[in-house]
Nanobody
Framework: QVQLVESGGGLVQAGGSLRLSCVAS????????MGWFRQAPGKEREFVAV????????YYADSVKGRFTISRDNAKNTVYLQMSPLKPEDTAVYYC??????????????????WGQGTQVTVSS
C-alpha cells in the first residue's frame, strides 16, 4: 500500500510559477513510475506528466510541454511538478499517482494503482 500526499497548490497570477510536491509513504517509492494528472470543474481527469522509476524517462501532455517539468528524488520519496509560466487554463485540482508498471498506457487514469487527494491550483488572468 502506498499513500500519496500532494502539496504546493495555491492561487497565482498568469505568468507565475508554482512547484507541486507529492510525498509517498513506504520503502518502495523507487519501484513506481509517478504521474501527475489534473481535473478542472466539469471536465475529466487528464494526464499532465509522468516520470519513470529512476527519472530517466519523462513524458508530458502537449498542453504543458515546455512549461512544466516533472522530477523525483527517490531518497526523499518525493515527486515534483514545476510549473511556469502558468496560464488560466491550468486551473484545476492536481493529483499525483503511482504506477507499478511503466508502459505505453502512462497517460491513462486506469493505469495507476494509487492516488493522492489532490491540491488546488488556481491561475488568475
Amino acid at each position: 500500500q502506498v499513500q500519496l500526499v500532494e502539496s504546493g497548490g495555491g492561487l497565482v497570477q498568469a505568468g507565475g510559477s508554482l512547484r507541486l510536491s507529492c510525498v509517498a509513504s513506504g520503502r518502495t517509492f523507487s519501484t513506481y513510475a509517478m504521474g501527475w494528472f489534473r481535473q478542472a470543474p466539469g471536465k475529466e481527469r487528464e494526464f499532465v506528466a509522468v516520470i519513470s522509476y529512476g527519472g530517466g524517462s519523462r513524458y508530458y501532455a502537449d498542453s504543458v510541454k515546455g512549461r512544466f517539468t516533472i522530477s523525483r528524488d527517490n531518497a526523499k520519496n518525493t515527486v515534483y511538478l514545476q510549473m511556469s509560466p502558468l496560464k488560466p487554463e491550468d486551473t484545476a485540482v492536481y493529483y499525483c499517482a503511482a504506477d507499478r508498471t511503466f508502459g505505453l498506457n502512462y497517460a491513462k487514469v486506469g493505469t495507476y494503482d494509487y492516488w493522492g487527494q489532490g491540491t488546488q491550483v488556481t491561475v488568475s488572468s
